[in-house]
């Protein structure tokens, strides 16, 4: 998206918009979008790392309201159709670390060193999580949606995997929207995971799900030390809040903060429960 559209998606917030290719890893652009609001409240930068796929569209009505205030620093991963690479794309390609050292190298491109909240979610959220174990990335805390300690593949999804990426339209089409529409309880997070799989970019998607489908985040994250909050939507049922709350236990600073719905998760409403999180936990 151009700024423009982006402003207007955003129905036009009190901010600057910046929009750029910045060079991560492996020869990869990752599209930025930052927000630098005209009455900065002060606090620390939001490095904002959105979920496997997803478009700025389904985030519009937290951004909307959030870039008004703090500055945002919006990093579409490799996988989205954002990012460009001039050579071919494999499997390895799209493996947690490869995403992990492209937010480090983006972030200290934009010298914001490490004081900084990582705010992300599902694929966003676990790469953060990686990043921060592995000591590739580093800051003051991380505000964490659905994180996803495994990629789990249902056996009637193989079939997804194996097949030549121009198959998935019909596949998405013919199983896995109706999937989602049957396990997803909420209408809006239906329509944004729906929106996500059609805008998708398709060959790296295929490579995304062969690279991370026998990922699993270790039990133990006790390597992490800075404050983490697992934020949990108690009507989420395509992440499980089981997951999340043993993330939250193995993690030395880790919380958890329950929210209403997915949807809560992605709205204005959301900001003062990072803000109390962040000021009990952070400062």
């Known amino acids: 998206m151009n700024i423009q559209e982006v402003k207007s998606l955003l129905d036009n917030p009190d901010c600057e918009i910046q929009s750029r290719l910045i060079e ?105 999580l990686h990043g921060l174990r592995e000591k590739i990335l580093a800051g003051s805390g991380a505000f964490l949606i659905a994180p996803n300690s495994e990629f789990r593949f249902s056996t009637w999804q193989i079939p997804f995997i194996a097949a030549p990426w121009w198959c998935y339209p019909p596949l998405i089409r013919l199983f896995g929207l109706p999937y989602l529409k049957w396990r997803l309880k909420e209408p809006k997070q239906y329509i944004r995971y729906r929106r996500t799989l059609t805008q998708a970019h398709l060959p790296r998607l295929k490579k995304s799900v062969q690279a991370n489908r026998r990922f699993a985040l270790p039990a133990e994250l006790d390597a992490i030390e800075i404050p983490v909050a697992i934020c949990v939507a108690v009507s989420d049922t395509l992440h499980t809040g089981g997951d999340s709350h043993s993330i939250a236990d193995s993690l030395p600073k880790g919380s958890v903060v329950e929210v209403p719905s997915n949807q809560y998760a992605h709205e204005g409403d959301l900001i003062p429960d990072v803000d109390a999180w ?3 936990s952070c400062d």
Do not use: C
């Open 24 to 128: 991560g890893a492996d020869g990869f652009q990752l599209r930025v979008y930052s927000f630098i609001p005209n009455n900065d409240s002060g606090a620390r930068p939001v490095v904002f790392i959105p979920g496997w796929t997803s478009v700025m569209d389904g985030w519009a009505p937290l951004l909307a309201e959030w870039a008004n205030n703090r500055v945002i620093h919006y990093i579409e991963t490799r996988e989205k159709r954002s990012a460009e690479i001039s050579r071919r794309i494999r499997k390895e390609d799209f493996e947690m670390h490869r995403h992990a050292e492209d937010l480090r190298i983006v972030v200290n491109r934009l010298e914001l060193g490490s004081d900084v909240l990582w705010f992300g979610s599902s694929l966003g959220a676990t790469v953060i």
């Open 278 to 280: 962040e000021l009990e």
